[in-house]
């Protein structure tokens, strides 16, 4: 099975690699900290780890975002773990606002997003071309090539399946652990937001709609049995020691941005 799993990932890995120098995108290294500053900060609770001690990952990646602003460049951080970085009004944890402050960093520097939509929203949208009148033809069903629902079904709702969600998207207590949608149907209110060209042949779409999701989950088996709620369904009881799968059915607001090359239908791309 690991040999299966090398076979698969480095093929990817270098797809991506190319990818992201395409878009000269820098990959950071690992940041300079020391294993006992991080012993320190989990043994203290501090954030970004959790309550158990939890969250190695996320501390190296605060690392990275401590060291990039160092250099006299603003800095956007985008994640939706928000319990690991951010009070409950969204705000930057005072723990790490601490830290900053002990690193004399200026707090301005830091510009914090929870979702990345928004991002685009103020960031990248401004600086691309509207197309308006393809947007009317696409909303209207009289462009051939790019068709909604067809986009929604088969691009959009597959890479919703691959990300895993945050509690707060889906209304779900914190107990629903690491849920991700394992399919959807009844989509509605499709609505085409925006359309704007990336280059000659490529343009961005922004579309909104809802559907009625079957959420998958973890839950620790003490809570899942005593659990009342009648529109979970039990898909592995002995997932682990620890806890069980199950799922559960909600509705869903989705959007989502999809780069589409116009050229023509055999070089259509999709992101």
Same mark, same amino acid.
């Given at each position: 099975?690991?040999? +299966?799993?090398?076979k698969?990932?480095?093929?990817?890995r270098q797809?991506?690699?190319?990818?992201?120098g395409?878009?000269?995108?820098e990959?950071?290294?690992?940041? *300079? @900290?020391?294993? %006992?500053?991080l012993?320190?900060k989990?043994?203290q609770?501090k954030?970004?780890?959790s309550e158990?001690? %939890?969250?190695?990952? &996320?501390?190296l990646? +605060?690392?990275? @975002?401590k060291e990039a602003?160092?250099d006299?460049d603003? !800095?956007?951080?985008?994640?939706?773990?928000?319990s690991?970085f951010?009070n409950? /009004?969204?705000? $930057?944890?005072?723990?790490?606002?601490d830290?900053?402050? %002990?690193k004399?960093?200026?707090?301005?520097?830091?510009?914090i997003y929870? /979702?990345?939509?928004?991002? *685009? &929203?103020?960031?990248?949208?401004p600086? $691309?071309?509207?197309?308006?009148?393809l947007? %009317?033809?696409?909303s209207s069903?009289g462009h &051939?090539e !790019?068709?909604l629902?067809?986009?929604i079904?088969k691009?959009?709702i597959?890479k919703?399946?691959e990300q895993?969600?945050s509690?707060?998207?889906i209304?779900? /207590?914190?107990?629903f652990?690491?849920?991700?949608?394992?399919?959807?149907?009844?989509?509605?209110? @499709? *609505?085409?937001?925006?359309v704007r060209?990336?280059s000659?042949n490529?343009v961005?779409?922004w579309?909104?709609? &809802?559907?009625d999701?079957t959420?998958?989950?973890?839950?620790v088996k003490?809570?899942?049995?005593? $659990?009342?709620?009648? *529109?979970t /369904?039990l898909?592995?009881?002995? +997932?682990?020691e620890r806890?069980?799968?199950?799922? !559960?059915n909600?509705? $869903?607001?989705?959007?989502?941005?999809i780069?589409?090359n116009?050229?023509?239908?055999?070089?259509?791309?999709w992101k």
């Open positions: 099975m690991h040999e +299966w799993i090398a698969q990932v480095f093929p990817y797809e991506l690699m190319v990818k992201l395409v878009q000269e995108v990959v950071l290294s690992y940041p *300079n @900290v020391s294993h %006992e500053s012993v320190r989990a043994t609770r954030k970004p780890f158990k001690g %939890e969250g190695y990952r &996320d501390a990646i +605060w690392g990275n @975002v602003l160092l006299d603003p !800095i956007y951080f985008i994640t939706n773990d928000e690991d951010y409950k /009004d969204g705000s $930057l944890h005072s723990d790490l606002v830290e900053l402050k %002990e004399d960093i200026c707090l301005n520097k830091l510009h929870n /979702d990345l939509s928004k991002f *685009n &929203d103020d960031h990248v949208k600086s $691309l071309d509207e197309l308006n009148d947007k %009317e033809r696409i069903g &051939d !790019i068709v629902d067809f986009l079904e691009v959009i597959p919703i399946s895993q969600l509690n707060r998207q209304g779900l /207590d914190d107990c652990e690491e849920p991700s949608v394992i399919s959807g149907g009844n989509i509605g209110n @499709v *609505n085409l937001l925006d060209r990336l000659e490529e961005v779409l579309i909104c709609f &809802d559907m999701a959420v998958g989950f973890f839950m003490g809570m899942w049995y005593a $659990l009342d709620s009648i *529109n /369904d898909i592995s009881p002995d +997932w682990n806890v069980v799968f199950a799922s !559960i909600v509705p $869903l607001d989705c959007s989502a941005y780069s589409v116009t050229d023509n239908e055999r070089r259509r791309r």
